[in-house]
């Protein structure tokens, strides 16, 4: 036995992790465990059983034992569980309840077979017999060479000899079975079972030539061992078994788990306000859900990897280290530039009536350039749960039994389909000589017919689309590129069918590495959108907040009334489903579990109602076309507030822990009486008297309550001293003035215990859940206007100039920034960042008076 595997063979090894369905099976005796004198007390090698456990636990990964013991003995030997399969009797038992499957005829066959060769076994020491369901095993390992060689001819010229009696013949072994076996056809059964793309098989015995001589195309055959063989490689022995397992397992899981996946800052953003794609630097749509935002997945090799479904352009051979990307102008539309290729990537907005029609969406990747591109379209249907099947048509491709129809146009491109397990995908390369190819995914219509407008001017119009809208802002000098991207992203999170906002584009890309901080945020938050369309406001953009508005008076007429609200809905304004997993998808560099649905949308957060009068209050000073509805919606808040502000609340971070008297909480519901005052002055010229009296009698409960004298600062709840960020907005708010010692002092604890360099995590206490998560952009943001409400300038600008360091490809910016690592988490592109930045370069350029 060597130290190592043969280099070609570790190669292959490498190359197999990879395949995107995989079946691994092997042989017990002489490969999992050692051959031993006597083979009850063959005991596999605990490095091999570790590596084929964890395999098993490995999504699209398939794992079978094909031995030539009985099926209950197998079981017995290594205590093999349910996820690795088992096969029996040379590959004729599958299952426990065989023996009830053979005729009378068999059984008497098999009793005299079993008599005659006990009188063989009898006429020398050493000799023995292995009665298996459906055939006899005559042993002679144990017998010395000469008798051991003539009791086998005894029994191959005696017992053997019937026409009836199926025979097989291994090392010191000769099997007699009254059925057929063939190791090569169970394993060939197993592999139609899994689906799999691709196969290893390691065996020891002449048995197992059956399942080498079935092995095709990307499939490894490992002989252990000598002796002539129709594998490809062989290794010594069963430790070398286990190395080779160990290092497929350490390889498989690793590729699964998104070793490669690129950073979460380096992805880019496509939007047609329906739904958003995300690009990556290496030329793929990882990630887009059809038709809209929170629908189910069509790429999901963000939170997986390749075989989760993506669709790639590429020149051949190029990787993401010799490539540019970024916007077009202000708008939605990305470029990727290689050596001599172009690609341009957008969401088709050209029509400019992108809230019309929910149930279409066109992605277009057009190709410009001289050189050889490779694409590979992998759309995986449900997140990969439904089989996905393409049929190839004149112009383009087309996705088999779909709900709604999905083609791809692609006119002169020559596809070859390749099945990787109950999938298709569909690969192709071009040559381009200076002619554009546009690639266009159409969703909800199957004309695969050419388009009255080409690719070129429907790009041209969606770069208009955008940057129309973006030029009739009216952003600060500070930060004046990135405040613009920053509103390009809440205006692409916006969705336009009904005005919904979207919290971010994704789900599940994890707030810990590798942990199961993992959420779907792709639903409208109602407190979330109303401080996003806030921040347009503040930027000179009202029409998202009049939309946003119409949208949360559907969702008040559906609920009722305002103390009924919930945190969050669908984008349609309907309540969310169940929060789910998706097995199938091994998560962001393993983050697991994938969720679809949030389970916040059952809590009570009863900060929601402040932000929803924040922004009625400043439509007002703004004077936009506000209606006695808008009136009527801040009197439903205000009277929501009365009803319930003295109740406990789960909190704006969403905590699943029993709910507490959450100082933020009881601050926005100050905030929403407050802000509704404001906003009485504007459109009705008059306020309820009762309104200031309620106002001071929460403000009085949160400065008796909500301080800790301690701590010397305002903590998360009344029941503790733990901090939280969000407790900076009774400053922030005005509740209490910007010069009050006890603001003041919150600001430095927050800024001692919080703050890590260029971030402000949420809070440090224990929240129920494993590993530790980054810090937040938001926080980071309501500290720089907590320290310009101080006085503290310097610090605010500092701070500032920090977090624009930490902006993403384009400009984007996640949820969270891990300061020990430098990593971008949470999910991608972040409503709450954007709007972050937005407000904190307003405030700076505001409290200033200059950039």
């Known amino acids: 036995m060597s130290d190592s595997l043969p280099q070609q063979l570790e190669r292959q090894i490498d190359h197999l992790a990879r395949q995107a369905v995989l079946l691994i099976a092997t042989d017990y005796d002489g490969t999992l465990a050692p051959i031993v004198a006597d083979p009850?007390?063959?005991?596999?090698?605990?490095?091999?059983?570790?590596?084929?456990?964890?395999?098993?636990?490995?999504?699209?990964?398939?794992?079978?034992?094909?031995?030539?013991?009985?099926?209950?003995?197998?079981?017995?030997?290594?205590?093999?569980?349910?996820r690795i399969n088992l096969v029996g009797s040379h590959g004729s038992e599958f299952d426990a309840g065989f023996i009830e499957t053979l005729t009378n005829q068999q059984r008497q066959l098999l009793d005299r077979l079993e008599r005659d060769l006990a009188k063989i076994a009898e006429s020398s020491e050493g000799l023995s017999l292995e009665r298996k369901p459906a055939s006899i095993a005559f042993h002679y390992r144990n017998a010395d060479e000469e008798a051991g060689e003539q009791a086998?001819?005894?029994?191959?010229?005696?017992?053997?000899?019937?026409p009836a009696v199926y025979v097989k013949q291994g090392k010191k072994v000769v099997e007699l079975g009254v059925v057929p076996t063939n190791k090569g056809t169970a394993f060939f059964a197993m592999r139609q079972r899994a689906a799999a793309v691709a196969a290893i098989f390691i065996g020891d015995d002449i048995t197992d030539e059956d399942v080498f001589l079935r092995l095709t195309g990307p499939d490894v055959g490992v002989k252990v061992g000598s002796g002539e063989t129709a594998a490809k490689y062989r290794v010594d022995g069963t430790e070398d078994v286990a190395r080779l397992l160990a290092r497929l397992c350490e390889k498989r899981r690793a590729w699964l788990q998104g070793s490669d996946a690129p950073p979460i800052g380096r992805l880019i953003a496509l939007s047609d306000r329906r739904t958003?794609?995300?690009?990556?630097?290496?030329?793929?749509?990882?990630?887009?859900?059809?038709?809209?935002?929170?629908?189910?997945?069509?790429?999901?090799?963000?939170?997986?990897?390749?075989?989760?479904?993506?669709?790639?352009?590429?020149?051949?051979?190029?990787?993401?280290?010799?490539?540019?990307?970024?916007?077009?102008?202000?708008?939605?539309?990305?470029?990727?530039?290689?050596?001599?290729?172009?690609?341009?990537?957008?969401?088709?907005?050209?029509?400019?009536?992108?809230?019309?029609?929910?149930?279409?969406?066109?992605l277009i990747r057009l190709i410009e350039g001289h050189g050889e591109v490779e694409i590979e379209f992998?759309?995986?249907?449900?997140?990969?749960?439904?089989?996905?099947?393409?049929?190839?048509?004149?112009?383009?491709?087309?996705?088999?039994?779909?709900?709604?129809?999905?083609?791809?146009?692609?006119?002169?491109?020559?596809?070859?389909?390749?099945?990787?397990?109950?999938?298709?995908?569909?690969?192709?390369?071009?040559?381009?000589?200076?002619?554009?190819?546009?690639?266009?995914?159409?969703?909800?219509?199957?004309?695969?017919?050419?388009?009255?407008?080409?690719?070129?001017?429907?790009?041209?119009?969606?770069?208009?689309?955008?940057?129309?809208?973006?030029?009739?802002?009216?952003?600060?000098?500070?930060?004046?590129?990135?405040?613009i991207r920053s509103a390009l992203v809440l205006k692409a999170l916006s969705y336009g069918p009904s005005g919904a906002i979207a919290a971010a584009a994704t789900t599940s890309l994890p707030e810990c590495i590798g942990g199961v901080r993992n959420w779907d945020y792709r639903f409208c938050w109602v407190r979330d959108a109303a401080m996003s369309a806030s921040s347009l406001v503040r930027v000179?953009?009202?029409?998202?907040?009049?939309?946003?508005?119409?949208?949360?008076?559907?969702?008040?007429?559906?609920?009722?009334?305002?103390?009924?609200?919930?945190?969050?809905?669908?984008?349609?304004?309907?309540?969310?489903?169940?929060?789910?997993?998706?097995?199938?998808?091994?998560?962001?560099?393993?983050?697991?579990?994938?969720?679809?649905?949030?389970?916040?949308?059952?809590?009570?957060?009863l900060d929601v109602f402040g932000p929803i009068t924040e922004l009625i209050a400043l439509l007002a000073e703004q004077e936009a076309p506000l209606s006695t509805d808008h009136w009527r919606l801040a009197e439903a808040m205000v009277q929501a507030v009365r009803n319930r502000w003295r109740e406990p609340d789960h909190g704006i971070w969403e905590i699943r822990k029993p709910r507490r008297h959450h100082v933020f909480s009881k601050v926005m519901c100050w905030y929403t009486v407050d802000r509704a005052i404001e906003a009485a002055q504007h459109i009705m010229d008059r306020v309820d008297p009762t309104w200031h009296t309620l106002r001071d009698e929460i403000s009085n409960d949160i400065l008796e309550n909500g301080f800790s004298k301690s701590r010397n600062a305002f903590p998360a709840a009344y029941d503790g001293d733990d901090l939280d960020a969000?407790?900076?907005?009774?400053?922030?708010?005005?509740?209490?003035?910007?010069?009050?010692?006890?603001?003041?002092?919150?600001?430095?604890?927050?800024?001692?215990?919080?703050?890590?360099?260029?971030?402000?995590?949420?809070?440090?206490?224990?929240?129920?859940?494993?590993?530790?998560?980054?810090?937040?952009?938001?926080?980071?943001?309501?500290?720089?206007?907590?320290?310009?409400?101080a006085g503290r300038v310097d610090d605010a600008r500092s701070l500032f100039d920090d977090f624009l360091e930490l902006a993403g490809s384009g400009g984007l910016y996640s949820e969270q920034y891990d300061p020990r690592t430098g990593e971008a988490l949470g999910n991608h592109p972040q409503a709450y960042s954007h709007l972050a930045l937005i407000d904190a370069a307003v405030a700076i350029e505001k409290a200033t008076g200059s950039a």
């Open 726 to 789: 969000a407790s900076l907005w009774v400053g922030l708010s005005g509740l209490i003035e910007p010069s009050d010692p006890r603001f003041i002092s919150t600001i430095e604890a927050i800024e001692s215990e919080l703050r890590d360099g260029p971030t402000v995590y949420r809070y440090r206490e224990d929240d129920g859940l494993p590993g530790e998560e980054g810090g937040f952009h938001i926080c980071t943001s309501w500290l720089i206007r907590s320290y310009l409400l």
């Open 152 to 162: 086998r001819k005894q029994v191959l010229e005696g017992p053997a000899s019937d």
């Open 540 to 605: 000179g953009s009202i029409d998202e907040a009049m939309e946003y508005l119409d949208w949360l008076f559907g969702v008040l007429d559906r609920t009722g009334s305002a103390d009924r609200l919930k945190p969050l809905y669908a984008l349609d304004g309907h309540d969310l489903s169940i929060e789910a997993e998706i097995r199938e998808l091994s998560g962001y560099r393993g983050s697991r579990p994938v969720r679809v649905g949030n389970a916040a949308s059952s809590q009570v957060q």
């Open 378 to 483: 992998a759309p995986r249907l449900d997140f990969g749960r439904t089989p996905t099947q393409i049929n190839v048509r004149e112009d383009g491709l087309e996705i088999e039994d779909t709900t709604d129809p999905i083609v791809l146009r692609s006119p002169g491109v020559d596809w070859e389909i390749v099945q990787e397990g109950v999938h298709q995908t569909a690969r192709a390369r071009v040559r381009t000589n200076g002619s554009p190819l546009a690639l266009e995914l159409r969703f909800g219509t199957s004309s695969l017919r050419e388009s009255s407008r080409s690719p070129q001017e429907r790009l041209r119009l969606t770069d208009r689309y955008w940057a129309s809208w973006a030029e009739r802002l009216t952003p600060p000098t500070l930060a004046r590129e990135l405040v």
């Open 40 to 82: 009850s007390k063959a005991s596999p090698h605990r490095e091999s059983m570790v590596a084929l456990n964890a395999l098993a636990d490995l999504p699209q990964t398939h794992i079978t034992v094909i031995s030539g013991r009985s099926l209950r003995d197998l079981a017995a030997l290594a205590q093999f569980d349910g």
């Open 276 to 362: 958003m794609a995300l690009l990556d630097p290496r030329g793929s749509i990882s990630w887009l859900c059809l038709p809209r935002l929170d629908s189910a997945g069509l790429f999901a090799e963000l939170l997986g990897s390749a075989p989760d479904g993506r669709f790639v352009v590429r020149p051949v051979g190029e990787s993401d280290s010799g490539c540019t990307q970024d916007y077009l102008n202000d708008s939605m539309v990305v470029q990727t530039r290689w050596n001599g290729v172009t690609v341009s990537d957008f969401l088709d907005c050209s029509s400019g009536r992108t809230g019309h029609r929910p149930g279409r969406a066109e």
